[in-house]
């Protein structure tokens, strides 16, 4: 993620290497020590219910393209704006991302919470956040202001030169050490009236807890929206147990089921429309169109499966692919109604530099996403397909187009959320 403010009082935020894919790991067992950093659960929901209307917003407008996002690392962003807001630009963004009657100090302190849980994560699994605050040379940012970004968001802060040439290659130089290389060029061009820039990377590495073994992948036939077809490396999982179940999204029955990774903290949750023939009912690909899987999932529903649905044994089908993903976020967040902090007439993020007046306001927010699935496990987030085809125990193919979450079972933190339509192509 990247906050930037212009010297014309412009105060970009750019959210960029927000999930990042690098190579996949099984990590020791002392990787990680154990994790007791207990959540604000009101938080965590209303960093869900963000991560919800945001991905419904994404896929009604993605044309039936590939998505990924990672929508923790937008909303953390902008929380880290909201304690340079005021008034009704402070109140547009704590109705999107807080919770009613929380104070901004109750706000950071759950945050920051969160973000340690997350950096103290299953020992098996390497899920970890970075931040990094560059400021022009010469500008002082507010000391309350620094110290939330320091101590609750873990950001560190660094002055920059932004009229040196290669003010962008260092800041690319630290989201490259932060990603393993996977994010080179996030930030193509610097003002040079720039003030400041936060970039923020969120990283997952993850095997899975049963792997799949390479000399069972074949090549498989994977439908598409349209109904053609393609091959692709499909793995394959048999006998094994899995919590799932059949749900009914408004009238669509479909298949949702968990596949955990490392010692089971954090999941990915596959959700597949039964009816193979329907596909593009069930993602409509008119752009605008409202998609009646998106518009009836219930999100608590899938937190039942991480603890009250039973093991049952399932073969699993799933392709081996890997995505990238560039979003654009501020015409997302102008459709779900957050347009005031874009308008230069009306945002107020006057508490965050000395240097400001009244008159800054959100430029651009952009998110790099990567994401790698194979045999061993998922970087960032996986997608499946799930259909019924056995009579002795269900089928689970992941061979049409699937949404999919991950998930931090323990506090029940959204991390990543993705639609495959078409393995083969990057993410949109």
Known sequence: MLIRIIRNRVFQIVFGAGCVVAAIVLFNDNWYPANNVKVNPAVVQAHNKFAYRLFKTMLKENKGQNLLVCPVNISMGLAVALNGARGETHETLMKLIGVPGMSDEQLNAANSDILRSLNRCDRRVRLSTSSLVTVQDGIKLFPEFERV??????????????????????????????????????????????????????????????????????????????????????????????????????????????????????????????????????????????????????????????????????????????????????????????GSIFDPTHADFARTAQYLSDKAWIGCIDQDCGLRVNEAGTIVISAERQSWVSAAFPDIRMDRPFLFIIRDDKTGLILFMGAVFDPKKPAS
């Open 149 to 338: 970004v320091r101590q609750k968001y873990r950001a560190d802060v660094m002055s920059l030169n932004y009229r040196s040439p290669d003010a962008a290659s260092k800041m690319n130089s630290w989201v490259s050490s932060q990603t393993n290389g996977e994010i080179r060029d996030l930030v193509k061009e610097i003002d040079p009236d720039a003030l400041m820039d936060l970039l923020s990377v969120v990283r997952f590495e993850g095997g899975w807890t049963t792997v799949f073994r390479k000399e069972d992948t074949h090549d498989g036939k994977f439908t598409k929206q349209d109904g053609s077809q393609e091959t692709l490396p499909m793995m394959f999982l048999e006998n094994k147990k899995f919590r799932y179940s059949t749900e009914m999204v408004n009238g669509w029955p479909v298949h949702v089921m968990r596949m955990p990774y490392g010692t089971g903290r954090v999941s990915m949750y596959v959700i597949v429309p039964i009816a193979k023939d329907r596909i593009d009912d069930f993602f409509p690909s008119k752009p605008g169109a409202s998609p009646p899987a998106l518009s009836g999932i219930d999100l608590e529903k899938i937190g039942f499966l991480a603890h009250g649905s039973s093991y049952d044994e399932v073969e699993i089908t799933m392709p081996r692919f890997d995505l990238n993903c560039t979003t654009h976020g501020k015409d997302v967040l102008q459709t779900m109604g957050l």
